[in-house]
T-cell receptor, first 113, second 113 residues
Framework: KAGVTQTPRYLIKTRGQQVTLSCSPISGHRSVSWYQQTPGQGLQFLFEYFSETQRNKGNFPGRFSGRQFSNSRSEMNVSTLELGDSALYLC????????????FGQGTRLTVV | KQEVTQIPAALSVPEGENLVLNCSFTDSAIYNLQWFRQDPGKGLTSLLLIQSSQREQTSGRLNASLDKSSGRSTLYIAASQPGDSATYLCAFLRDNYGQNFVFGPGTRLSVLP
């Protein structure tokens, strides 16, 4: 059974550009959530989608947005990139919400120069 | 705001030792808790999920317990091996309405051969 797939694995962008990251959850999973990991702040919740609806959003500026498609695949977009957006972006999928195990992808390493 | 601490922040032990990693949260109002490991530059691997009605979970050499009243969770690793070297993270859900985890800062474990 395939795991959570995130593409691309690595990305280098220039300040001011925008970027789109993709996450394909485990087949049959309907919940996808996104996290940002930095050395200083650790893992922080960005947003969560279930059946194409955003259910929760973390404390990030509006430059961070996302969506989920009918096949449960999800994308997140960051506009007007800043140096501080350099991080490992992780996606997690789970069958449902609440008492279900979450599985993470390998992440996308974004570097903003 | 919920604060999560993990003690110790780093740990180095010789192979074969049994060890305990601790996770504490300031607010005992949590729904469930999951333990993960993360290898350098990689995504998170799920270790154990303690569901809302449970107090303990075991998988192989790993045992995790959760005491909501005291705001503490413990991960016990028996007979540690060099392959256990990684960062261990605890994460919990506040409620059953989403998959927005709150993560601890992690414990970096090194098991020396």
């Amino acid at each position: 059974k395939a795991g959570v797939t995130q593409t691309p694995r690595y990305l280098i962008k220039t300040r001011g550009q925008q970027v789109t990251l993709s996450c394909s959850p485990i087949s049959g999973h309907r919940s996808v959530s996104w996290y940002q990991q930095t050395p200083g702040q650790g893992l922080q919740f960005l947003f969560e989608y279930f059946s194409e609806t955003q259910r929760n959003k973390g404390n990030f500026p509006g430059r961070f947005s996302g969506r989920q498609f009918s096949n449960s695949r999800s994308e997140m977009n960051v506009s007007t990139l800043e140096l501080g957006d350099s991080a490992l972006y992780l996606c997690a999928s789970s069958l449902w919400v609440g008492n279900t195990e979450a599985f993470f992808g390998q992440g996308t390493r974004l570097t903003v120069v | 705001k919920q604060e999560v601490t993990q003690i110790p922040a780093a740990l180095s032990v010789p192979e074969g030792e049994n060890l305990v990693l601790n996770c504490s949260f300031t607010d005992s109002a949590i729904y469930n808790l999951q333990w993960f490991r993360q290898d350098p530059g990689k995504g998170l691997t799920s270790l154990l999920l303690i569901q809302s009605s449970q107090r303990e979970q075991t998988s192989g050499r790993l045992n995790a317990s959760l005491d909501k009243s005291s705001g503490r969770s413990t991960l016990y690793i028996a007979a540690s091996q060099p392959g256990d070297s990684a960062t261990y993270l605890c994460a919990f859900l506040r409620d059953n309405y989403g998959q927005n985890f709150v993560f601890g800062p992690g414990t970096r474990l090194s098991v020396l051969p």
